[in-house]
């Protein structure tokens, strides 16, 4: 990448890296059409809901899986 960024190969480029990538980071200095962005896609509105939605599908899938589906009222379910 850095050698086609450097040749006109590629127009140029945007890297999401996450932190303590120091190797990507100091090509910066060196290329004037490469982004380096950190890696905080995570913190969105949209994400958090994601991590919700997707934890709260965890949870119903397993007490689903104990036997009575996580209902009230159920004699084969797991008490937390």
Request: one cysteine or more.
């Amino acid at each position: 990448l850095k050698q086609a960024l450097l040749d006109g190969q590629l127009g140029g480029a945007a890297v999401d890296c996450p932190e303590g990538i120091t190797w990507l980071q100091a090509w910066v200095r060196d290329i004037p059409n490469l982004i380096v962005t950190p890696h905080v896609g995570f913190f969105s509105d949209q994400a958090f809901a994601e991590q919700r939605k997707n934890a709260a599908s965890a949870v119903r899938a397993f007490l689903a899986s104990q036997g009575d589906g996580g209902g009230s009222g159920g004699t084969g379910g797991t008490s937390l």
